[in-house]
């Protein structure tokens, strides 16, 4: 009985957040083929303008990575990051009718927005690494199990972190304008741009204990047959995503309580 009850109960969850991510997307993305482009172009002008740079000045990179896919996976990660925690404070605000619904929650909100934002990185990830090989400056993914697993975690992460950040605005709305600077501050030190095996010790000894950095070092793992990090932990990122998420749970339970619906 209990077991037909929790089914249940999570056929109704899965159909929810289904719906909301359906909404999401045309919200985020608009009815046309064009806004999807952007999820594409941006990385790609990214890439495009970093490799340049890179080719200009002798960036140095391990051995074994090229610079096209080294900074598509890079900047992909971090635009999970930027895209979910910069928006987390509008959650509310852009779908406060639906809270009106018993079976929509907080949690189904934030899990559709970083559900519909990794399909698309990932996918984009996936395309733009497609192209750069096929142009012989770049890679595919040689451990895809490794590259899923470290886009697992950079979901399950930034999730968590989204539901904070949520829980934050709600009480203190002050901090949604906090946040923005804040997440441009922490590209330095979210491995981006960097990667553990070539940043000196005493930044490095710094560096690995930033989750971010050791997520973006983990996908970089399975992008490139030839590297293995030394730094990485999948093991301590796991305990603080399930850390995270404790207590984004139980403030998305007192920020129900705070939420005005109007």
Same mark, same amino acid.
């Given at each position: 009985?209990?077991?037909?009850?929790? &089914? /249940? /109960?999570?056929?109704?969850?899965?159909?929810?957040?289904?719906?909301?991510?359906?909404?999401?997307?045309?919200?985020?993305?608009?009815?046309?083929?064009?806004?999807?482009?952007?999820?594409?172009?941006?990385? +790609?002008?990214?890439?495009?303008? @970093?490799?340049?740079?890179?080719?200009?000045?002798?960036?140095?990179?391990?051995?074994?990575?090229?610079?096209?896919?080294?900074?598509?996976?890079?900047?992909?990660? $971090?635009?999970?990051?930027?895209?979910? %925690?910069?928006?987390?404070?509008?959650?509310?605000?852009?779908? /406060?009718?639906?809270?009106?619904?018993?079976? #929509?929650?907080?949690?189904?909100? %934030?899990?559709?927005?970083?559900?519909?934002?990794?399909?698309?990185?990932?996918?984009? &990830?996936?395309?733009?690494? =497609?192209?750069?090989?096929?142009?012989? +400056?770049?890679?595919?993914?040689?451990?895809?199990?490794?590259?899923? =697993?470290? *886009?697992?975690?950079?979901?399950?992460?930034?999730?968590?972190?989204?539901?904070?950040?949520?829980?934050?605005?709600?009480?203190?709305?002050?901090?949604?304008?906090?946040?923005?600077?804040?997440? $441009?501050?922490?590209?330095?030190?979210?491995?981006?741009?960097?990667?553990?095996?070539?940043?000196?010790?005493?930044?490095?000894?710094? !560096?690995?204990? #930033?989750?971010?950095?050791? %997520?973006?070092?983990?996908?970089?793992? /399975?992008?490139?047959?030839?590297?293995? +990090?030394? $730094?990485? &932990?999948?093991?301590?990122?796991?305990? *603080?995503?399930?850390?995270?998420? !404790?207590?984004?749970?139980?403030?998305?339970? !007192?920020?129900?309580?705070?939420? @005005?619906?109007?």
């Amino acid at each position: 009985m209990m077991s037909a009850t929790l &089914s /249940g /109960g999570l056929a109704v969850q899965a159909r929810t957040i289904a719906a909301l991510i359906v909404r999401e997307m045309h919200t985020r993305f608009g009815r046309d083929n064009i806004g999807y482009l952007w999820i594409f172009v941006e990385p +790609s002008l990214l890439t495009i303008g @970093v490799t340049s740079v890179h080719h200009l000045i002798g960036i140095h990179l391990p051995p074994g990575m090229l610079p096209a896919p080294f900074y598509i996976a890079g900047y992909t990660g $971090y635009m999970l990051f930027r895209g979910l %925690i910069n928006r987390a404070g509008t959650t509310v605000e852009a779908n /406060g009718t639906l809270l009106f619904h018993r079976q #929509v929650t907080l949690v189904d909100l %934030i899990v559709a927005r970083a559900l519909l934002e990794a399909a698309a990185l990932i996918t984009s &990830s996936i395309a733009l690494l =497609g192209v750069c090989a096929y142009f012989g +400056s770049g890679v595919m993914v040689a451990k895809p199990l490794v590259f899923l =697993g470290g *886009w697992l975690l950079n979901v399950w992460f930034v999730t968590a972190m989204s539901m904070i950040v949520l829980t934050l605005c709600v009480r203190f709305p002050v901090v949604e304008r906090i946040v923005h600077p804040l997440t $441009y501050l922490a590209l330095p030190i979210s491995g981006a741009f960097t990667s553990f095996e070539t940043i000196p010790g005493v930044f490095r000894s710094i !560096l690995v204990w #930033v989750p971010l950095a050791q %997520i973006q070092e983990i996908i970089r793992e /399975g992008i490139f047959a030839n590297f293995t +990090s030394l $730094y990485t &932990s999948a093991l301590y990122v796991v305990v *603080w995503c399930v850390g995270l998420t !404790l207590i984004g749970l139980a403030g998305l339970r !007192l920020a129900r309580k705070w939420v @005005v619906l109007e």
